[in-house]
């Protein structure tokens, strides 16, 4: 399936009917598969056959849909998970525990950095937050003989900056250590991170590759490219006897290839339990079928409006990776050639009330707490997401009052222009 086109991938790629069988793979609604005998079951259990027993850990529809997007970012394993946070919390937790240490740009998603920060730092794992437009020099200081993994955003939520990949991944790989991107608003479509680098690949499927606002989801995909029987004091968990899985050792039974997402299937899956609902999953593979269709109509949309938005008197800045004079336009034509995302953020003139006006006169962008779906929605975080917090707060959280983000959706360009123009003159 992989020799196939991305385009091909996603429309084919995980499954491949045989004589007679569902062209769309089916949802398999059980939460438990029958055997004839013990012995059959028991196999199973110790990892010793391949088949399904509870869809806690794996799930038909499951695994379609996880094969898919392993072929469209070019990796060798894949597994789904319940949310986007979750796919960051396996993917780290995987390989690290109470004692370790990761290194982790400091421009991500908000609820990213809340889960490094507050919730896996009471779990005893200590973050180093480094400015991802760091020297060299910089980022190298931030290393510790503890630290365990490398992390990024590809292009941030919301910040919008791109993630320089290789001098992240050159100084992973320098001390030993896996290079793990969220690749969420990029999409493999735009930005294949395991061709610059990366390790582990994330993603908060719930954006873009759902591309609907259906279902919130995750997925890691492993590159297998880690040879973690370098480093067998690092990553113990990967090269010694699980003895929650009689003895198993990963690297040795499933190879650099299968280790890492068997093991987050076999351990994290099972005592954790953060799976996807088959339905989701049967949901996910559709949106899926048409993501090469659809990032090139966000890219085009997204970029008309910022340009429009550029020469709007009442516009005070715009950020869009895609857009001529951007901070990022030069990275992002060296990496996605193709395009970035369909997110802009701008700000209005008049700060926090004249975004909130231009809020208001909005008629076909909703207001929503979301992103990277098809019809276009926008947010102003300083009266949602961080209403709590006064103008000073807001500068230290790099929110400015007037922030708006604005997610370019499928529609016509000239509707979303339009709809945009009369808002901002209504302010
Ligand atoms: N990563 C990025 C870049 C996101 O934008 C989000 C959510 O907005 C997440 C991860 C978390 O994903 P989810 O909401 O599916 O848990």
């Excluded at 993630?163 to 793990?180: C, Q, R, T, W, Y």
């Excluded at 113990?236 to 899985?245: I, V």
């Excluded at 715009?318 to 395009?339: F, I, Q, R, S, T």
């Excluded at 006064?390 to 000239?414: M, Q, T």
């Amino acid at each position: 399936m992989s020799d196939y086109k991305i385009n091909t991938n996603c429309v084919h790629g995980g499954y491949t009917a045989k004589n007679g069988e569902a062209r769309n793979f089916p949802i398999v609604q059980s939460t438990t598969f029958r055997y004839a005998t013990s012995e059959a079951m028991a196999k199973l259990f110790d990892l010793e056959a391949s088949g399904y027993f509870y869809t806690r850990l794996q799930n038909p529809t499951n695994d379609v849909t996880a094969a898919k997007i392993a072929a469209l970012e070019g990796g060798t394993a894949a597994m789904l998970t319940s949310s986007g946070q979750a796919a960051s919390l396996f993917s780290i937790f995987n390989i690290c525990g109470a004692g370790d240490h990761v290194i982790s740009s400091s421009t991500i998603y908000g609820g990213t950095y809340n889960l490094f920060a507050v919730t896996m730092k009471r779990m005893g794992i200590d973050f180093t937050f480094v400015d991802p437009d760091c020297t060299p020099e910089e980022l190298e200081a931030a290393f510790k003989p503890n630290t365990k993994a490398v992390f990024g955003e590809s292009i941030a939520n919301p910040a919008l900056v791109v993630f320089d990949i290789e001098k992240f991944a050159k100084a992973a790989h320098s001390h030993g250590v896996p290079l793990i991107v969220d690749n969420t608003f990029a999409t493999p479509i735009n930005f294949r991170p395991i061709e610059w680098g990366a390790d582990i690949v994330i993603h908060s499927t719930t954006k873009y590759m759902d591309g609907h606002a259906m279902t919130v989801g995750g997925v890691i995909v492993d590159s297998g490219k880690f040879d973690w029987t370098k480093y067998p004091d690092k990553y113990p968990g990967l090269t010694t006897p699980d003895e929650s899985y009689h003895g198993i050792v990963y690297t040795e039974r499933f190879g650099l290839e299968g280790a890492y997402i068997t093991k987050a299937v076999a351990q994290l899956m099972r005592d954790l339990g953060a799976q996807v609902a088959p339905m989701n999953a049967f949901l996910l593979n559709m949106g899926l079928e048409t993501l090469h269709l659809r990032m090139p109509r966000h890219c085009e949309n997204a970029l008309a409006l910022a340009k429009f938005l550029k020469g709007h008197k009442n516009v005070e800045w715009v950020n869009y990776p895609g857009l001529e004079g951007d901070k990022y336009y030069d990275l992002a034509k060296k990496l996605m050639p193709n395009g970035t995302c369909g997110v802009i953020t701008f700000g209005v003139k008049g700060g926090r009330k004249a975004a909130e006006k231009f809020m208001a006169g909005l008629k076909l962008a909703s207001i929503a707490t979301h992103v990277a779906d098809a019809k276009t929605c926008v947010l102003h975080p300083a009266s949602a997401t961080h209403r709590q917090m006064n103008d000073e707060e807001l500068a230290a959280a790099g929110v400015s009052p007037d922030l708006i983000r604005f997610s370019v959706g499928i529609e016509d360009k000239d509707d979303i222009i339009a709809d945009v123009k009369q808002a901002l003159e209504s302010i």
